[in-house]
């Protein structure tokens, strides 16, 4: 079974298949690209938690810079929220995105996390 949260048109923000968790890629607010990380990364929280996980259980990150000028100023506040010992597989790249105000955007494909 496949569930699907938050869907429109165009895509769903959270989709969920066989105990593994797809977050549509997560921008930020912010001037520059350790508020928008920041943010991003709350944003990639709160998905977790609705959808049964934490970032404990990232499997996978892909992070796409504006710039990759930026690469050191978002690896550390990325640095500093990944659980210690628990770094998920990570690929990092510069793309154009979707708005010029954007530095930062990050996919998630996580495990759910077991019942308490």
Known sequence: MIERLHTGPRMSKIVKHNGTI?????VGAGDGVTAQT???LARIDALL????SDRGHILQAIVWLADMADF???????DAWVPEGRAPAR????????????K????????EAPAA
């Open 22 to 26: 797809y977050l549509c890629g997560q």
């Open 38 to 40: 920041r943010d991003c």
């Open 49 to 52: 938690a609705e959808a049964g």
């Open 72 to 78: 050191a100023e978002m690896n550390a506040v990325w």
């Open 91 to 102: 690929a990092c790249g510069e793309a154009r995105l979707a708005r010029d105000a954007l």
């Open 104 to 111: 930062v955007e990050i996919i998630i494909t996580a495990a």
